[in-house]
């Protein structure tokens, strides 16, 4: 009896497998012979909803139209890169100047600082190595033996807002690559005149004006936005842009007073 029983068990099995494959078979059959039916009319459909404008060619554009709601990117402000922070300084304030350690760490962008640069930042420990550096060595561009090389003029005493003014001006509008204004101008001789009075020298007051020209954003920081064109309703850039550009493509380094001037 067990035997035929096992007998009987087994003849089901390959039955169940006989009917599986035969069933797999013809589903393979059935989608094989479905498939080009399908696509025919997927095809169909499609062209049906394409109705007239099946097979059209679109017109060309109008490249004026297509640049009348063009809206550039805001431009990045990039800060310098270390390089150019380095050789600017020494064009300040003179090749000999001893520039102190600053926790100045370029972004790198597919392999250029100059690029990313438009990410960086300033740490506050980095703010803090720029103040400590920018009073270094402004003390050291103020000493009797090298400050000829920033002044203008000769103070008449122990504050003379117009020998700062016009030191500072100089000084500033190279640092900023463009003038400074009226009112920015005035801050770092108010700021020099405080100094020299509690310090008792023109030299030591001058210092925290000079100081405060290299800690500025504006030193630090490449601003190159340009100014509305009236004509086109763009933005170009300012021949004191353009100057600042340059020298940084060229020279990697802030322009010099014949091309600020050019």
């Known amino acids: 009896v067990d035997a035929h029983r096992k007998h009987a068990v087994a003849g089901h099995h390959r039955m169940a497998l ?24 997927i095809q169909r459909d499609r062209d049906a909803d394409a109705g007239d404008d099946a097979g059209a060619v679109e017109p060309p554009v109008d490249p004026e139209t297509l ?3 063009y809206v550039p990117a805001p431009p990045p402000i990039p800060r310098l890169t270390s390089d ?3 050789n600017a300084l020494r064009d300040l304030f003179g090749e000999d100047i001893v520039i102190p350690d600053v926790a100045w760490d370029d972004l790198s962008d ?29 003390r050291q561009a103020l000493t009797e033996e090298r400050r000829a090389r920033l002044m203008t003029c000769e103070p008449a005493g122990l504050v003379d807002d117009d020998c700062a003014s016009a030191v ?10 463009r003038p ?3 009112e920015e101008l005035a801050r770092l001789v108010r700021l020099s005149a405080d100094a020299a009075n509690v310090l008792g020298d023109f030299y030591a007051g001058l210092e925290y004006g000079i100081s405060g020209v290299v800690q500025s954003p ?22 004191l842009e353009l100057a600042s550009r340059l020298a940084f493509t060229l020279w990697n380094t802030i322009p010099d007073e014949a091309l600020l001037a050019a």
Do not use: C, N
């Open 67 to 69: 640049w009348a709601d």
């Open 218 to 239: 504006h030193f630090l920081y490449r601003r190159e936005v340009g100014v509305l064109d009236p004509d086109t309703g763009w933005r170009r850039y300012t021949d």
């Open 110 to 138: 597919g392999g250029f600082a100059a690029v990313g640069a438009g990410d960086s930042a300033i740490s506050p420990r980095t703010a803090e190595d720029v103040e400590r550096a920018a009073g270094d060595m402004a």
């Open 84 to 86: 150019q922070l380095g």
């Open 180 to 182: 400074l204004t009226d």
């Open 168 to 177: 500072l001006s100089a000084f500033g509008r190279r640092a900023w690559r």
């Open 18 to 41: 006989d009917v599986a494959k035969m069933l797999g078979a013809r589903d393979d059959a059935d989608d094989r012979h479905m498939r080009p039916r399908v696509a025919v009319e």
